[in-house]
């Protein structure tokens, strides 16, 4: 007899780890399955994820390494759409676990599977919170390498309204920079074979532009129905995959073409033909629902560009950022030109929780909402996404101000001198300069009273908006913003304008 320990029976009542009582199995399959579980000593109810270790594993002890592997990666990791992990252990018998978040809803997969076809703009407003999770592992040094409808899983939320969950990092690759910390057997296939990239099915070294060729696959299969490679066997898909092109949209009925482009970038062969990093994609989609004036993802979070994501985390990739070969997930997006807003009956509505209807009263004579000019706005703003919210939101409410847009704290101070508006809206982390910069050249020039000063931003907190108000900025909104927050504080302060 060997000595070692005996693996647990798994049951309702069965207590792993001391703590965490099983309640029922809701998924089982060769590799082990996952259980809804109740946390004893919080008094919560959690999934338990017990992977059930093959002899091999077992005498290598590879198997805990691999799924604490799988914690850390999530752990580290913190929005909205990754499933939140709280635990990790090794039960007797070395039977590894891991603690998440429990989930109710139903995985992608199962969706596309009941559907056959899902509307393009549901389609791209569902993943986009996806494709922000993924950037924000990129920027952390983590490729997730199993993407696939089953590893997202669609929480409901009430109105419609839906928040997907990124779940499984299983076989993410962790990098420090320089290498993957992650050992795999030599020719091992990671992932699956319908959704991996070519350098992935040939067991080359891989990056975050693998991840993006996976998102792709699944927009192509929740768009048309249909994967742009299938066979009848894992050995066929992987070679349609190395060597097919997939079929347009056009060819499975589907009346996309600028979708379709986006999407066929990110199929390209070559890492370096596709998209070159995920904010970069994310953004491409953003715009593309912002021509159809939506305005918000499946959650009714309002649209924005991975902004906030890029500035919160550290850039773990080596890859030098000059050729477009080689440029990582941290670099900024070239900006690509806005689509016109395409109206729908009489004007454009913001499809967000209200559309602000600022009340009909004329402004006092000789204010500068009145008279000989137009109250002016400029709005000083690097995220080229949100100023085209900012944009529509006032052509839509308040139609009688006129809106300049720049990208860069010292284009505004420029704008400002020239021209000076009745108020700044003002981000405040921009190149060259900030809001707070901006701010203080406001207040120390000729046009330090009659400029109101609002101040945005994603990362902020009260020490901020105590130097800011010091310097006298009259606002400080926090983004995301909902349109009546937006209009309302500008109605409200032109109001001021007029009659101060």
Same mark, same amino acid.
């Given at each position: 007899?060997?000595?070692?320990?005996?693996?647990?029976?798994?049951?309702?009542?069965?207590?792993?780890?001391?703590?965490?009582?099983?309640?029922?199995?809701?998924?089982?399959?060769?590799?082990?399955?996952?259980?809804?579980?109740?946390?004893?000593?919080?008094?919560?109810?959690?999934?338990?994820?017990?992977?059930?270790?093959?002899?091999?594993?077992?005498?290598?002890?590879?198997?805990?390494?691999?799924?604490?592997?799988?914690?850390?990666?999530?752990?580290?990791?913190?929005?909205?759409?990754?499933?939140?992990?709280?635990?990790?252990?090794?039960?007797?018998?070395?039977?590894?676990?891991?603690?998440?978040?429990?989930?109710?809803?139903?995985?992608?997969?199962?969706?596309?599977?009941?559907?056959?076809?899902?509307?393009?703009?549901?389609?791209?407003?569902?993943?986009?919170?996806?494709?922000?999770?993924?950037?924000?592992?990129?920027?952390?040094?983590?490729?997730?390498?199993?993407?696939?409808?089953?590893?997202?899983?669609?929480?409901?939320?009430?109105?419609?309204?839906?928040?997907?969950?990124?779940?499984?990092?299983?076989?993410?690759?962790?990098?420090?920079?320089?290498?993957?910390?992650?050992?795999?057997?030599?020719?091992?296939?990671?992932?699956?074979?319908?959704?991996?990239?070519?350098?992935?099915?040939?067991?080359?070294?891989?990056?975050?532009?693998?991840?993006?060729?996976?998102?792709?696959?699944?927009?192509?299969?929740?768009? $048309?129905? *249909?994967? %742009?490679?299938?066979? /009848?066997?894992?050995? +066929?898909?992987?070679?349609?995959?190395?060597? !097919?092109?997939?079929?347009?949209?056009?060819?499975?009925?589907?009346?996309?073409?600028?979708?379709?482009?986006?999407?066929?970038?990110?199929?390209?062969?070559?890492?370096?033909?596709?998209?070159?990093?995920?904010?970069?994609?994310?953004?491409?989609?953003?715009?593309?629902?912002?021509?159809?004036?939506?305005?918000?993802?499946?959650?009714?979070?309002?649209?924005?560009?991975?902004?906030?994501?890029?500035?919160?985390?550290?850039?773990?990739?080596?890859?030098?950022?000059?050729?477009?070969?080689?440029?990582?997930?941290?670099?900024?997006?070239?900006?690509?030109?806005?689509?016109?807003?395409?109206?729908?009956?009489?004007?454009?509505?913001?499809?967000?929780?209200? $559309?602000? *209807?600022? %009340?009909?009263?004329? /402004?006092?004579?000789? +204010?500068?909402?009145?008279?000989?000019?137009? !109250?002016?706005?400029?709005?000083?703003?690097?995220?080229?996404?949100?100023?085209?919210?900012?944009?529509?939101?006032?052509?839509?409410?308040?139609?009688?101000?006129?809106?300049?847009?720049?990208?860069?704290?010292?284009?505004?101070?420029?704008?400002?001198?020239?021209?000076?508006?009745?108020?700044?809206?003002?981000?405040?982390?921009?190149?060259?300069?900030?809001?707070?910069?901006?701010?203080?050249?406001?207040?120390?020039?000729?046009?330090?009273?009659?400029?109101?000063?609002?101040?945005?931003?994603?990362?902020?907190?009260?020490?901020?908006?105590?130097?800011?108000?010091?310097?006298?900025?009259?606002?400080?909104?926090?983004?995301?913003?909902?349109?009546?927050?937006?209009?309302?504080?500008?109605?409200?302060?032109?109001?001021?304008? +007029?009659?101060?």
């Amino acid at each position: 007899m060997s000595g070692a320990p005996a693996r647990p029976q798994l049951g309702p009542g069965t207590i792993i780890g001391g703590k965490y009582r099983l309640v029922r199995v809701v998924g089982e399959g060769g590799m082990g399955s996952v259980w809804v579980a109740h946390n004893e000593a919080l008094d919560v109810p959690v999934a338990l994820k017990w992977i059930r270790a093959s002899s091999s594993e077992r005498s290598q002890s590879s198997l805990p390494d691999r799924l604490l592997q799988e914690a850390r990666a999530a752990a580290r990791l913190d929005h909205p759409a990754i499933v939140r992990i709280f635990d990790f252990g090794v039960a007797d018998g070395d039977e590894p676990y891991i603690v998440m978040e429990l989930l109710t809803g139903e995985d992608l997969g199962t969706i596309i599977e009941r559907h056959s076809q899902i509307g393009a703009t549901k389609v791209v407003q569902s993943l986009l919170p996806i494709a922000g999770a993924l950037s924000v592992a990129h920027r952390a040094g983590i490729v997730h390498r199993d993407l696939k409808p089953q590893n997202i899983f669609m929480v409901p939320l009430g109105d419609d309204r839906m928040q997907p969950k990124l779940i499984d990092f299983g076989v993410a690759k962790l990098t420090d920079g320089k290498k993957s910390n992650v050992q795999t057997s030599a020719g091992a296939l990671v992932g699956s074979p319908a959704y991996i990239s070519p350098e992935q099915a040939q067991g080359g070294d891989i990056d975050h532009r693998a991840d993006i060729w996976s998102f792709c696959v699944v927009l192509y299969e929740a768009i $048309t129905g *249909k994967l %742009p490679f299938e066979a /009848p066997s894992p050995l +066929s898909t992987v070679m349609k995959v190395l060597e !097919a092109n997939p079929p347009t949209f056009t060819e499975l009925g589907v009346d996309e073409p600028e979708l379709w482009a986006i999407v066929r970038q990110g199929l390209r062969k070559a890492p370096e033909d596709r998209w070159q990093s995920m904010a970069e994609l994310r953004q491409a989609l953003a715009e593309w629902l912002i021509a159809r004036n939506i305005y918000e993802e499946v959650s009714g979070a309002p649209l924005e560009s991975a902004k906030s994501a890029r500035n919160s985390q550290p850039n773990f990739w080596s890859t030098a950022p000059s050729p477009r070969a080689k440029r990582g997930p941290n670099d900024t997006p070239t900006p690509s030109p806005l689509p016109a807003i395409r109206e729908s009956g009489e004007t454009a509505k913001i499809a967000l929780d209200t $559309t602000y *209807k600022s %009340p009909k009263t004329d /402004p006092p004579d000789g +204010s500068p909402a009145s008279g000989g000019r137009r !109250a002016r706005v400029l709005l000083a703003d690097d995220d080229g996404v949100f100023r085209r919210f900012v944009e529509v939101a006032l052509k839509t409410n308040l139609p009688q101000v006129q809106l300049e847009c720049v990208a860069d704290g010292q284009a505004a101070i420029d704008a400002i001198d020239r021209d000076p508006p009745d108020i700044a809206l003002l981000d405040l982390e921009m190149p060259k300069c900030g809001g707070m910069e901006v701010t203080a050249s406001i207040r120390s020039g000729r046009h330090r009273q009659k400029i109101k000063v609002i101040i945005l931003t994603a990362v902020g907190g009260p020490t901020d908006w105590k130097v800011l108000f010091s310097l006298g900025a009259d606002e400080f909104m926090v983004k995301p913003l909902r349109v009546d927050q937006l209009v309302g504080t500008i109605d409200r302060l032109l109001k001021e304008v +007029s009659t101060g």
